[in-house]
């Protein structure tokens, strides 16, 4: 009985490492596409990084409420900022509701166009 008890308890641990492990993988995945929207994205308005920040956010099957995402220049800096929050089921029929803050600093260099 002890055993069987112990590999349940292995199991529950190991499902909800995997699940909370996939959602991290993910965010870690479009903070990254976020990264490089702002990195490439330096011609851009602001109104085109947020679309950017959104397409980015359905190709990764997260939730992102557009409202959320902010974009702001400050002395050749992009800064997105978003969050979200999504779900992670830690035991069958349990989930936990993960808060994702999202802050990207990118540091742009502008060069001089040839006259």
Do not use: C
Not at 1 to 22: C, D, F, N, P, Y
Not at 55 to 82: Q, S
Not at 92 to 112: I, M, N
């Amino acid at each position: 009985m002890k055993t069987i008890i112990k590999l349940l308890l292995a199991a529950l641990v190991l499902h909800a490492t995997w699940r909370a492990g996939t959602v991290y993988l993910r965010y870690y995945e479009f903070k990254d596409d976020v990264t490089q929207v702002a990195q490439f994205g330096t011609r851009q308005t602001d109104s085109e990084l947020r679309n950017g920040v959104v397409l980015a956010a359905k190709r990764h099957e997260i939730a992102l409420d557009p409202g959320t995402v902010t974009v702001r220049r400050e002395n050749h800096h992009i800064i997105i900022d978003a969050a979200y929050t999504e779900q992670v089921e830690l035991a069958p029929r349990y989930f936990y509701p993960w808060h994702a803050k999202l802050h990207v600093d990118v540091l742009t260099l502008v060069l001089q166009e040839a006259k």
